[in-house]
């Protein structure tokens, strides 16, 4: 039971970029699916959560409206489309799932991790 998060890389600033996260041993359309990032020097932070029934899918305020999290359940894997990148978009990217709903859970409650794919928004 594993995830592998893919995609990462050196973005120009205005640019876009997907990343990936596949799983391995189970099916992700069974849960939610949580994407987060953590900046050098700087705490892990949630950036969105897709749900696996129609509770929807949530962004936090910092990329609001530039990303969106989709998923194809026939790969068996969720993504994350990043658009008009900022230089402060510069993190390394990890993907988890929870059986908790995206409404209420924290961090805490992300029990399978990918292995992170760093993301570096410069010109």
């Known amino acids: 039971v594993q995830l592998q998060a893919s995609g990462g ?4 600033p205005g640019g876009s970029r997907r990343l990936s996260c596949t ?4 099916r992700m359309d069974y849960y939610n699916v949580g994407w987060f990032r953590q900046a050098p020097g700087k705490e892990r932070q949630g950036v969105g959560c897709t749900s696996s029934n129609d509770d929807g899918t ?9 990303f969106t999290i989709s998923r194809d359940n026939v790969k068996n894997t969720v993504y994350l489309e990043m658009n008009s990148l900022k ?7 990890y993907c988890a799932t929870t059986g ?4 209420v859970a924290g961090e ?4 399978t991790w990918g292995q992170g794919t ?3 928004v410069s010109s």
Do not use: I, N
């Not at 799983?23 to 189970?26: I, K, M, S, T």
């Not at 908790?100 to 409404?103: E, L």
């Open 108 to 111: 805490a409650h992300f029990g």
């Open 58 to 66: 949530f962004y936090s305020e910092a990329v609001k409206g530039r």
């Open 87 to 93: 230089p402060e978009d510069t993190a390394v990217y």
């Open 100 to 103: 908790t709903s995206c409404m």
């Open 9 to 12: 890389g050196l973005v120009q």
């Open 118 to 120: 760093q993301v570096t």
């Open 23 to 26: 799983a391995f041993g189970f």
